[in-house]
Protein backbone atom coordinates (compact mmCIF):
# COMPACT_ATOMS: atom_id res chain seq x y z
CA UNK A 1 0.00 0.00 0.00
CA UNK A 2 1.18 3.70 -0.42
CA UNK A 3 -0.73 6.58 1.04
CA UNK A 4 0.63 10.58 1.20
CA UNK A 5 -0.90 13.51 2.41
CA UNK A 6 -0.96 17.34 1.44
CA UNK A 7 -2.43 20.62 3.01
CA UNK A 8 -4.40 23.21 1.16
CA UNK A 9 -4.58 26.44 2.99
CA UNK A 10 -7.91 27.96 3.78
CA UNK A 11 -8.77 31.14 1.56
CA UNK A 12 -10.77 34.23 2.65
CA UNK A 13 -12.05 36.18 -0.77
CA UNK A 14 -13.30 39.62 0.10
CA UNK A 15 -13.86 41.01 -3.38
CA UNK A 16 -14.23 39.35 -6.70
CA UNK A 17 -15.23 39.10 -10.27
CA UNK A 18 -16.61 36.57 -11.89
CA UNK A 19 -14.91 35.37 -15.17
CA UNK A 20 -16.52 32.42 -16.51
CA UNK A 21 -17.52 33.01 -20.18
CA UNK A 22 -14.85 30.93 -21.38
CA UNK A 23 -15.88 27.04 -22.91
CA UNK A 24 -12.41 26.40 -21.32
CA UNK A 25 -12.58 25.65 -17.79
CA UNK A 26 -8.41 26.38 -17.48
CA UNK A 27 -9.80 29.89 -18.36
CA UNK A 28 -12.76 30.26 -16.36
CA UNK A 29 -12.16 31.42 -12.92
CA UNK A 30 -12.62 34.99 -11.07
CA UNK A 31 -10.22 38.11 -10.72
CA UNK A 32 -10.08 39.34 -6.85
CA UNK A 33 -8.60 39.63 -3.74
CA UNK A 34 -7.64 37.57 -0.73
CA UNK A 35 -6.04 36.04 2.14
CA UNK A 36 -4.72 31.85 2.39
CA UNK A 37 -4.50 31.14 6.00
CA UNK A 38 -2.83 28.56 8.11
CA UNK A 39 -5.52 26.66 8.33
CA UNK A 40 -6.84 24.81 6.07
CA UNK A 41 -7.55 20.88 4.69
CA UNK A 42 -5.37 18.33 5.03
CA UNK A 43 -5.98 15.13 3.08
CA UNK A 44 -4.73 11.68 3.62
CA UNK A 45 -4.68 9.13 0.79
CA UNK A 46 -4.12 5.36 0.75
CA UNK A 47 -3.96 3.44 -2.09
CA UNK A 48 -3.41 -0.26 -3.20
CA UNK A 49 -3.44 -2.04 -6.33
CA UNK A 50 -6.76 -3.89 -7.23
CA UNK A 51 -8.68 -5.55 -10.58
CA UNK A 52 -10.89 -1.97 -10.62
CA UNK A 53 -10.36 1.26 -9.06
CA UNK A 54 -13.13 2.24 -5.92
CA UNK A 55 -13.02 4.87 -3.44
CA UNK A 56 -14.70 5.65 -0.10
CA UNK A 57 -14.38 9.29 1.43
CA UNK A 58 -14.11 10.43 4.87
CA UNK A 59 -14.39 14.08 6.28
CA UNK A 60 -13.52 14.66 9.54
CA UNK A 61 -14.17 10.87 10.36
CA UNK A 62 -17.21 10.71 8.78
CA UNK A 63 -17.69 8.28 5.59
CA UNK A 64 -19.87 10.53 3.33
CA UNK A 65 -21.17 10.27 -0.30
CA UNK A 66 -21.61 13.68 -1.13
CA UNK A 67 -17.88 15.56 -1.28
CA UNK A 68 -18.80 15.73 -4.98
CA UNK A 69 -15.79 17.81 -6.00
CA UNK A 70 -13.47 15.10 -4.59
CA UNK A 71 -15.77 12.36 -6.36
CA UNK A 72 -14.80 14.66 -9.65
CA UNK A 73 -10.71 14.78 -8.96
CA UNK A 74 -11.21 11.02 -8.37
CA UNK A 75 -12.89 10.36 -11.66
CA UNK A 76 -10.66 12.18 -13.23
CA UNK A 77 -7.60 10.49 -11.38
CA UNK A 78 -9.52 7.00 -12.37
CA UNK A 79 -8.12 7.54 -16.06
CA UNK A 80 -4.33 8.32 -15.47
CA UNK A 81 -3.69 5.36 -13.10
CA UNK A 82 -3.88 1.52 -12.80
CA UNK A 83 -6.42 0.04 -10.93
CA UNK A 84 -6.56 0.63 -7.07
CA UNK A 85 -8.59 0.89 -3.78
CA UNK A 86 -8.21 4.35 -2.44
CA UNK A 87 -9.02 5.51 0.45
CA UNK A 88 -9.68 9.23 1.28
CA UNK A 89 -9.63 10.99 4.65
CA UNK A 90 -10.30 14.77 4.56
CA UNK A 91 -10.04 16.87 8.02
CA UNK A 92 -10.83 20.38 7.49
CA UNK A 93 -10.09 22.70 10.22
CA UNK A 94 -12.05 26.02 8.95
CA UNK A 95 -16.02 26.24 8.91
CA UNK A 96 -17.69 23.90 5.82
CA UNK A 97 -19.54 26.36 3.01
CA UNK A 98 -18.89 29.43 5.11
CA UNK A 99 -16.65 31.15 1.89
CA UNK A 100 -13.47 29.79 3.36
CA UNK A 101 -12.61 27.74 -0.19
CA UNK A 102 -12.65 23.91 1.79
CA UNK A 103 -14.34 22.26 -1.75
CA UNK A 104 -11.53 23.99 -3.35
CA UNK A 105 -8.95 23.19 -0.85
CA UNK A 106 -10.10 19.34 -0.32
CA UNK A 107 -9.93 19.16 -4.36
CA UNK A 108 -6.49 20.80 -4.53
CA UNK A 109 -4.83 18.59 -1.04
CA UNK A 110 -6.59 15.36 -2.84
CA UNK A 111 -5.42 15.79 -6.22
CA UNK A 112 -1.30 16.28 -5.15
CA UNK A 113 -1.52 13.34 -2.32
CA UNK A 114 -3.43 11.27 -4.88
CA UNK A 115 -1.11 11.90 -7.26
CA UNK A 116 2.30 11.11 -5.22
CA UNK A 117 0.09 7.56 -3.70
CA UNK A 118 -1.67 6.13 -6.79
CA UNK A 119 1.77 7.23 -8.77
CA UNK A 120 0.02 9.43 -11.86
CA UNK A 121 3.29 10.91 -12.53
CA UNK A 122 1.69 14.87 -13.21
CA UNK A 123 3.30 18.30 -12.44
CA UNK A 124 2.28 20.42 -9.85
CA UNK A 125 0.43 22.25 -12.35
CA UNK A 126 -0.74 19.55 -13.77
CA UNK A 127 -2.42 18.65 -10.62
CA UNK A 128 -3.85 21.63 -9.44
CA UNK A 129 -5.13 22.37 -12.84
CA UNK A 130 -7.37 18.65 -12.58
CA UNK A 131 -8.89 20.51 -9.00
CA UNK A 132 -9.48 23.76 -10.59
CA UNK A 133 -11.86 22.16 -13.27
CA UNK A 134 -13.65 19.68 -10.57
CA UNK A 135 -14.50 22.61 -8.77
CA UNK A 136 -15.18 24.77 -11.98
CA UNK A 137 -17.44 21.80 -13.30
CA UNK A 138 -19.25 21.43 -9.61
CA UNK A 139 -19.39 25.19 -9.44
CA UNK A 140 -18.41 25.41 -6.03
CA UNK A 141 -15.86 28.25 -6.61
CA UNK A 142 -14.25 29.73 -9.33
CA UNK A 143 -10.63 30.84 -8.33
CA UNK A 144 -9.98 29.59 -4.70
CA UNK A 145 -7.66 26.57 -6.18
CA UNK A 146 -5.67 29.40 -7.46
CA UNK A 147 -5.57 30.84 -4.22
CA UNK A 148 -4.49 28.32 -2.36
CA UNK A 149 -2.26 26.73 -4.75
CA UNK A 150 -0.59 29.79 -4.50
CA UNK A 151 -0.83 30.77 -0.83
CA UNK A 152 -0.41 34.28 0.98
CA UNK A 153 -2.34 38.02 0.75
CA UNK A 154 -2.56 38.45 -2.42
CA UNK A 155 -4.86 40.02 -5.91
CA UNK A 156 -5.49 37.78 -8.34
CA UNK A 157 -5.56 39.58 -11.54
CA UNK A 158 -5.91 37.11 -14.71
CA UNK A 159 -8.69 34.94 -13.89
CA UNK A 160 -8.22 30.65 -14.98
CA UNK A 161 -6.38 27.60 -13.10
CA UNK A 162 -2.50 27.47 -11.95
CA UNK A 163 -0.66 27.52 -15.14
CA UNK A 164 -2.81 30.26 -16.68
CA UNK A 165 -4.05 32.70 -14.30
CA UNK A 166 -1.91 35.49 -12.68
CA UNK A 167 -1.55 37.06 -9.13
CA UNK A 168 0.41 39.98 -7.26
CA UNK A 169 0.84 39.33 -3.63
CA UNK A 170 0.99 42.71 -0.74
CA UNK A 171 3.82 43.51 0.59
CA UNK A 172 5.21 42.13 4.15
CA UNK A 173 2.23 40.09 4.95
CA UNK A 174 3.87 37.97 7.73
CA UNK A 175 3.30 40.39 9.96
CA UNK A 176 -0.05 40.60 9.27
CA UNK A 177 -3.63 38.24 11.08
CA UNK A 178 -6.78 37.33 9.94
CA UNK A 179 -9.24 37.64 12.40
CA UNK A 180 -13.18 35.74 11.65
CA UNK A 181 -16.11 35.13 13.60
CA UNK A 182 -18.47 32.29 11.70
CA UNK A 183 -22.45 32.48 12.39
CA UNK A 184 -23.25 30.58 9.71
CA UNK A 185 -23.29 28.51 6.04
CA UNK A 186 -24.31 30.00 2.48
CA UNK A 187 -23.75 27.76 -0.30
CA UNK A 188 -21.16 28.93 -3.22
CA UNK A 189 -23.10 27.51 -5.86
CA UNK A 190 -26.61 28.63 -4.99
CA UNK A 191 -25.15 32.43 -4.94
CA UNK A 192 -23.50 32.04 -8.09
CA UNK A 193 -26.07 30.83 -9.11
CA UNK A 194 -28.70 34.28 -8.61
CA UNK A 195 -28.54 36.13 -12.07
CA UNK A 196 -29.44 39.30 -9.79
CA UNK A 197 -26.41 38.98 -7.79
CA UNK A 198 -23.53 37.79 -10.30
CA UNK A 199 -24.88 41.10 -12.03
CA UNK A 200 -24.21 43.39 -8.56
CA UNK A 201 -20.89 41.09 -8.08
CA UNK A 202 -19.55 41.80 -11.71
CA UNK A 203 -20.69 45.64 -11.59
CA UNK A 204 -17.86 47.00 -9.39
CA UNK A 205 -15.57 43.97 -8.67
CA UNK A 206 -13.56 44.24 -11.75
CA UNK A 207 -13.00 48.31 -11.03
CA UNK A 208 -12.14 47.01 -6.85
CA UNK A 209 -9.32 44.50 -8.33
CA UNK A 210 -7.95 47.46 -10.39
CA UNK A 211 -8.24 49.76 -8.19
CA UNK A 212 -6.33 47.26 -5.65
CA UNK A 213 -3.22 46.66 -8.02
CA UNK A 214 -2.34 50.26 -8.05
CA UNK A 215 -2.37 50.58 -3.97
CA UNK A 216 -2.09 46.97 -2.81
CA UNK A 217 -2.17 47.17 1.05
CA UNK A 218 -4.65 45.62 3.70
CA UNK A 219 -5.86 49.18 4.04
CA UNK A 220 -7.34 49.43 1.10
CA UNK A 221 -8.73 45.52 0.74
CA UNK A 222 -10.17 46.10 3.95
CA UNK A 223 -12.01 49.74 2.74
CA UNK A 224 -12.55 47.79 -0.87
CA UNK A 225 -14.19 44.65 0.39
CA UNK A 226 -16.50 46.13 2.85
CA UNK A 227 -17.53 48.42 -0.14
CA UNK A 228 -18.43 45.34 -2.37
CA UNK A 229 -19.92 43.82 0.20
CA UNK A 230 -22.28 47.01 1.25
CA UNK A 231 -22.88 46.85 -2.94
CA UNK A 232 -23.93 43.43 -3.27
CA UNK A 233 -26.39 43.16 -0.41
CA UNK A 234 -25.87 40.09 1.54
CA UNK A 235 -25.43 41.60 4.96
CA UNK A 236 -27.93 39.77 7.25
CA UNK A 237 -28.79 41.30 10.45
CA UNK A 238 -26.48 39.58 12.66
CA UNK A 239 -23.49 40.60 10.15
CA UNK A 240 -24.81 43.99 10.42
CA UNK A 241 -24.45 44.33 14.31
CA UNK A 242 -21.59 43.28 14.26
CA UNK A 243 -19.84 45.27 11.17
CA UNK A 244 -21.40 48.33 13.65
CA UNK A 245 -19.46 47.92 16.40
CA UNK A 246 -16.45 47.17 15.24
CA UNK A 247 -16.89 50.05 13.04
CA UNK A 248 -17.26 52.38 15.90
CA UNK A 249 -14.08 50.98 17.64
CA UNK A 250 -12.22 51.80 14.81
CA UNK A 251 -11.76 47.99 12.99
CA UNK A 252 -13.01 47.41 9.77
CA UNK A 253 -14.65 43.99 8.95
CA UNK A 254 -16.14 42.65 6.30
CA UNK A 255 -18.16 39.70 4.86
CA UNK A 256 -16.47 36.26 3.33
CA UNK A 257 -17.35 35.44 -0.02
CA UNK A 258 -19.64 33.58 0.50
CA UNK A 259 -20.66 32.68 4.08
CA UNK A 260 -21.77 34.41 7.04
CA UNK A 261 -18.72 34.86 8.55
CA UNK A 262 -17.46 39.20 9.13
CA UNK A 263 -13.39 38.87 8.81
CA UNK A 264 -10.64 41.17 8.64
CA UNK A 265 -7.22 41.26 7.99
CA UNK A 266 -4.49 43.56 10.26
CA UNK A 267 -1.85 44.07 12.45
CA UNK A 268 -1.34 41.10 15.35
CA UNK A 269 -1.89 43.52 18.04
CA UNK A 270 -4.87 44.80 16.70
CA UNK A 271 -6.15 41.50 15.97
CA UNK A 272 -5.73 40.36 19.53
CA UNK A 273 -7.60 44.08 20.52
CA UNK A 274 -10.29 43.38 17.94
CA UNK A 275 -10.81 39.60 19.11
CA UNK A 276 -10.95 40.35 22.61
CA UNK A 277 -14.04 43.10 21.45
CA UNK A 278 -15.90 41.03 20.00
CA UNK A 279 -15.87 38.41 22.03
CA UNK A 280 -17.22 40.76 25.01
CA UNK A 281 -19.85 42.42 22.91
CA UNK A 282 -21.34 38.98 21.30
CA UNK A 283 -22.19 36.33 23.80
CA UNK A 284 -21.48 32.77 22.64
CA UNK A 285 -19.32 34.28 18.99
CA UNK A 286 -15.64 33.22 18.64
CA UNK A 287 -13.39 35.48 17.32
CA UNK A 288 -10.49 33.68 15.92
CA UNK A 289 -7.07 34.99 15.13
CA UNK A 290 -5.18 33.04 12.25
CA UNK A 291 -1.70 33.23 10.38
CA UNK A 292 -1.33 33.90 6.71
CA UNK A 293 -0.24 30.88 4.79
CA UNK A 294 2.62 32.17 2.72
CA UNK A 295 3.88 28.47 0.75
CA UNK A 296 0.76 27.21 -0.72
CA UNK A 297 -0.52 24.05 -0.84
CA UNK A 298 1.81 21.27 -0.63
CA UNK A 299 2.79 17.60 -0.35
CA UNK A 300 3.35 17.19 3.18
CA UNK A 301 4.52 13.09 3.56
CA UNK A 302 4.32 10.04 1.52
CA UNK A 303 5.29 6.72 1.88
CA UNK A 304 5.31 4.57 -1.42
Known amino acids: MASASAFAPGHLTGLFQICDQSTDPLQKGSRGSGVSLDLGVYTRVDAKPAKAT ?105 PGAPGVGDAISYPDAGSLRAVYVYIGPIPTKEALANPALRAKINEMGGRFVDELTKDPTPTRFMKSSRQFTEHIGLVTPKLRQLFDSTDHAGYTFTMAMFGEVAFSVMEKAKAEEAATLIESSFSGYEAVIVGIDDKGARVTSRNN
Open 54 to 158: TWSIKINGKATSEAFVSENVLTKFSKLIKPQVITVEHVVETPIVAGFGSSGGGALSLALALNEAAWAGLTRIGTSQIAHIAEIECKTGLGSVFASERGGFGILTK
